[in-house]
């Protein structure tokens, strides 16, 4: 008797989409990053130009995007659309490296800023934030392990809490904090580098292509996918400009350059103590939001990867009652938990998931765009409900954008970012070891 194969259902509506892709994004870098973006540029006309060129080279992505979730709808997202293109050896590589590095450590990192927040908040002694984010890996994990409707819902509410509190401290700090004195002159002019600045805006927009793992499960995905990447990077373009247009009003450039907690320093000029408390529950709220999607879109890899690799199979079982792999999701949280322990163990729990993940996520980023060139030159006939426009200019450009923050995330990386790479290689033997199976199974 044949076995049943159950697959994800189009459980998910547009919104629910949307909800997902800003939850990623609008994350905790937004409360990082524009320091080192206003350090970075010459005034403050420029830094602002930084945030909106950053969502204009996102939009670019996410076009490219567009047509790879609509021509090819599935589970594994990039992994399938790498899988297609060159063959099961690259897909597998970037399957393990999601599972070992890309995605538990995009987990673990906003678990830290969790962590670090909500011991502000209510601290519970020495290890308070690694007890913190190791509990909330934990908690999100099996949530989502409970069910598809549970994780979606959770990720909704965490979303329009994350916006309703950015659109609060836009309008207590543009109404109550005085306006930062001109500037003729700052540290951040001295030192301006517009290069440098960019990476940062483009790592604070990262993870609007978590959507391509969710295209399976979006009803009448063909259409609504191209809709809910276009709407979501609209919506965290705004989000990003007006958040630092408030910091530039209330700081000024120069402040906000030389703040370690910018948006802290905001609050606490706008309205005092009870302020910065507040921006501390905030920024706990985006970072749970940002763990729970992480969490939710990850997984999905995890079971492609199951799918088609006979020695991790275990991974390929998609329970149907609650519309989770399961499976996949406990292996992920697992890695995730021995991460944010090798971060505790470190203190520098934050700075060393950045460096670990950075240039193998820009690897495989670019990898996704010479795919999208690939198959629209060997598949043709593929139906494509959406076609990245300037063809081929426009994935051409996302190369070159993946290209250069390859570059810079490998100069800048330093020790974390090689561990992260050697992770990856430590793939290819498991890649070998599942040949040689396949092949004595399959003589």
């Known amino acids: ?15 629910d989409a949307v909800a997902l892709i ?19 540029t010459q005034n403050a006309g420029v830094a602002l130009l930084a945030w909106l060129l950053g969502g204009v080279m996102s939009l670019v992505g996410a076009l490219c995007y567009a047509e790879l979730t609509t021509a090819y709808p599935d589970a594994g997202g990039t992994y399938h659309y790498l899988m297609r293109a060159f063959g099961k050896s690259p897909a597998f590589l970037f399957a393990w490296a999601r599972m070992s590095v890309i995605q538990t450590g995009s987990i673990a990192l906003p678990a830290f800023v969790f962590g670090d927040y909500a011991s502000q908040l209510l601290p519970i002694g020495q290890y308070s934030s ?38 609060l401290i836009m309008i207590i700090s543009l109404v109550f904090a005085a306006q930062a004195p001109p500037e003729t002159s700052t540290t951040a002019t001295q030192n301006a580098a517009f290069g440098q600045a960019m990476i940062f805006v483009l790592l604070t927009y990262g993870g609007w292509n978590e959507a391509a793992y969710i295209s399976a499960e979006v009803r009448d995905g063909k259409r609504n996918m ?19 247009l408030a910091f530039i009003h209330g700081l000024g ?4 350059a030389s703040s370690e907690a910018p948006t802290a320093d905001l609050m606490r000029r706008a309205v005092g103590e009870n302020g910065a408390r507040f921006v501390s529950f905030l920024i706990a709220v985006s970072a749970l939001g940002a763990v729970n999607a992480t969490i939710f879109t990850g997984a999905r890899t995890n079971y492609a990867l199951g799918r088609d690799f006979r020695k991790f199979s275990f991974l390929g079982h998609w329970q149907e009652s609650t519309g989770t792999p399961t499976n ?20 520098k729990g934050f700075e060393t998931m950045v460096d670990y993940t950075a240039p193998v996520f820009w690897f495989f980023f670019l990898l996704s765009g010479v795919a999208l ?6 598949e043709p006939n593929v139906p494509r409900p959406f076609r990245v426009p300037l063809y081929p200019w426009t994935p051409l450009l996302f190369c070159a954008i993946c290209g250069y923050l390859l570059y810079s995330s490998l100069t800048y990386a330093g020790i974390g970012g090689i561990t992260g790479v050697i992770v990856l290689l430590t793939g290819i033997p498991l890649l070998l070891l599942n040949r040689q199976r396949t092949t004595s199974t399959n003589p």
Not at 22 to 40: D, Q
Not at 330 to 339: E, K, M, Y
Not at 373 to 378: G, Q
């Open 1 to 15: 008797m044949a076995t049943k194969v159950t697959v994800p259902k189009p459980t998910l509506s547009i919104m």
């Open 22 to 40: 800003v939850g990623m994004v609008v994350g905790v870098g937004i409360f990082k990053t524009p320091a080192f973006v206003a350090a970075n």
């Open 130 to 167: 690694a007890i913190y984010a190791t509990g909330v890996v934990i908690c999100l994990t099996g949530l989502n392990i409970l069910g598809v409707q549970q994780g979606k819902w959770v990720q909704n509410w965490l979303t329009i809490a994350k916006v309703v509190g950015l659109l």
């Open 226 to 244: 191209v809709r809910a990447l276009l709407a979501s990077i609209a919506i965290i373009t705004v989000i990003f400009l007006l958040i630092n």
């Open 253 to 256: 450039l120069a402040s906000l």
């Open 328 to 347: 996949a999701l406990l292996v992920q949280g697992a890695i995730s938990f021995a991460l944010v322990v090798l971060g505790a163990v470190t203190r």
């Open 373 to 378: 060139l690939v198959l629209r030159s060997r």
